[in-house]
C-alpha cells in the first residue's frame, strides 16, 4: 500500500513540531521556545478517519542569512517535493512577516495542496485578527492552538480530503537499519555517502543532528532499505539540554524500529565507555548489529592497526561476538559498498527459521559432549526445544526444572546452536521453560 505524506513547513518558532506531536499523537519532534532547534526533516506514522499517512516535520525557513539557513531551505524544499499534502504554518499572535511571504512564495511553485494554518490562536477573540493572512493567497484560514489540541481535527479533516487516492500495490520486504553512536562520529556523513546525496546536515560541530530521519533507497538488486539517522546520544549526565534529552529518546525509538543498528565508532578518538553503553541498547533491542569503524582514512596504519583494533573492539565488547566489524571511510568511500550485502545478510539470519528436527539434534549433540549440569544431586533434563520467534531467533527449550538451567549451560547450548546455524550479526534468545 502507497503511503501519503504530508510535510510541515513554516518559518522559525510558529509552532510546526508542536503540531506534528498532536497529529503524531507522540512527542517525536523536539519542541523547545528556541529559533532553529528542528533542522533536519522528521517523519512520523499518523492516523485520521481510517487513512493513514506520513507526516514530515521540517526546520523553519526563514528570509535571512542565519547558521545552516540555506541547508535547512534545502532540506525543506526536499520535504515538500516528498509530499502530497503541504500544511503551512504561521502565527496568529504574531501577524503575517515578511519570512512567511517568502515560505509563501516558494508555495507558489510546487503545485500542490496546501493547508494554511493559523497556530497560537488559543481562545474565540484571537480568531477577529486572522483574516490578513488571506492575503497569502492560499486559500481557507484554518485557526488552531496545537498546544491545547483546538482546530486540529479541522486541519486533519481538510489533510485527508486532499491526500491522493490510495494505491494497493504490494512492497516488497524493506529492510529498516539505523545508525548509532556518540556525536560527531560520523553518522550523518556516512548517510550521505551511501546514498551520494546531501540526505542530512553533516557538520563538524558535534550534535548537529537532533532528530531521527527516515531514508529510502533500492540496491542494484532490487532490495529495499530504509535507512534511520539518529541523533547522536550523550551519557545522561552531560545531557544539558531539553534537546539532547529528546535526542537520546528518539534514538532509542530508532533503535526499537530498525532490524539492524550500525554501531559507528570514531577511529581518531578511539573507544569511550560510553560507546558500549550504546551499543548494550541494540544488544538488548535483540536488533541485527554491525560494528562500523568510521574515520579509518585519518590515521596512520601499519600491518598490525586492524588486527589491533579488532582485538580491542571484542575485548570491549564481549557481548558483540557475534557482531562482524568494518573500517570504513565515509569521506573515501572506503569499504562502504559492502554495507548493503552485510545488512541484507544480517536482516536474513534475523529472519531465520531451524526446523524443530533439526535443531533438537543440535541440542542433544551438545548434551552429549557437555552432560546436563547437576544442583544439589538433581540433573537439569532437557525435554526438547523449538524456536517460538525470529528477529531475533527465540528458542524455548523445556526442561523438568528451570532453576537448574545455569547460565553458564545456557551460553555453552547458545554457542552450540551458533556453530550449527549461520546466526552472524543477530543475537539469539534462549528461554528455559518448565515442562508442563
Known amino acids: 500500500m502507497s503511503v501519503a505524506t504530508v510535510a510541515i513547513v513554516g518559518r522559525p518558532n510558529v509552532g510546526k513540531s508542536t503540531l506534528f506531536n498532536r497529529i503524531a499523537g507522540e512527542r517525536i519532534s523536539i519542541v523547545e521556545d528556541v529559533e532553529g532547534v528542528t533542522r533536519d526533516r522528521i517523519y512520523a506514522q499518523a492516523e485520521w478517519l481510517n487513512r493513514s499517512f506520513s507526516i514530515i516535520d521540517t526546520g523553519g525557513i526563514d528570509d535571512v542569512d542565519a547558521p545552516f539557513m540555506e541547508q535547512i531551505k534545502h532540506q525543506a524544499e526536499i520535504a515538500m517535493n516528498e509530499a502530497d499534502v503541504i500544511v503551512f504554518v504561521v502565527s496568529g499572535k504574531e501577524g503575517i512577516t515578511n519570512a512567511d511571504e517568502y515560505v509563501a512564495k516558494m508555495l507558489y511553485k510546487t503545485e500542490k495542496p496546501v493547508i494554511l494554518v493559523v497556530n497560537k490562536v488559543d481562545n474565540p477573540e484571537m480568531r477577529n485578527d486572522i483574516y490578513d493572512f488571506y492575503s497569502l493567497g492560499l486559500g481557507e484560514l484554518f485557526p488552531v492552538s496545537s498546544v491545547h489540541g483546538i482546530g486540529t481535527g479541522d486541519v486533519l479533516d481538510a489533510i485527508v480530503e486532499n491526500l491522493p487516492a490510495e494505491n494497493a500495490e504490494e512492497e516488497s520486504d524493506v ?129 598490525h592497526t586492524m588486527k589491533n583494533w579488532e582485538e580491542d573492539i571484542r575485548d570491549q565488547f564481549q557481548y558483540l561476538a557475534y557482531a562482524p566489524i568494518i573500517f570504513v571511510s565515509a569521506l573515501t568511500k572506503q569499504r562502504l559498498h559492502k554495507l548493503p550485502d552485510m545488512i541484507k545478510e544480517i536482516s536474513q539470519n534475523q529472519n531465520l527459521r531451524i526446523p524443530s528436527a533439526v535443531l533438537n539434534d543440535v541440542i542433544m549433540d551438545a548434551i552429549a559432549v557437555n552432560p546436563t549440569p547437576t544442583d544439589k544431586g538433581k540433573r537439569l533434563k532437557i525435554f526438547y526445544a523449538t524456536q517460538v520467534a525470529v528477529k531475533p531467533p527465540t528458542f524455548v527449550i523445556f526442561v523438568n526444572e528451570e532453576e537448574l538451567m545455569h547460565f553458564s549451560y545456557m551460553r555453552f547450548l547458545e554457542n552450540q546452536i551458533r556453530k550449527a546455524f549461520v546466526f552472524e550479526g543477530t543475537p539469539i534468545h534462549l528461554i528455559a521453560r518448565k515442562r508442563k
Open 175 to 303: 529492510i529498516r537499519f539505523s545508525l548509532i553512536g556518540r556525536p560527531n562520529v560520523g553518522k550523518s556523513s556516512l548517510i550521505n555517502a551511501i546514498l551520494g546525496e546531501d540526505r542530512v546536515i553533516a557538520s563538524p560541530v558535534a550534535g548537529t543532528t537532533r532528530d531521527a530521519i527516515d531514508t529510502h533507497f533500492v540496491d542494484n538488486q532490487g532490495q529495499e532499505y530504509t535507512m534511520i539517522d539518529t541523533a547522536g546520544m550523550r551519557k545522561s549526565g552531560k545531557v544539558y539540554e531539553n534537546t539532547e534529552k529528546y535526542s537520546v529518546m528518539r534514538a532509542m525509538r530508532a533503535i526499537d524500529r530498525s532490524d539492524v543498528v550500525l554501531m559507528v565508532l570514531n577511529a581518531e578518538e578511539g573507544i569511550r565507555e560510553y560507546d558500549k553503553r550504546i551499543a548494550g541498547f541494540a544488544h538488548d533491542a535483540g536488533k541485527g548489529i554491525i560494528i562500523v569503524v568510521n574515520k579509518w582514512d585519518a590515521l596512520e596504519k601499519d600491518n
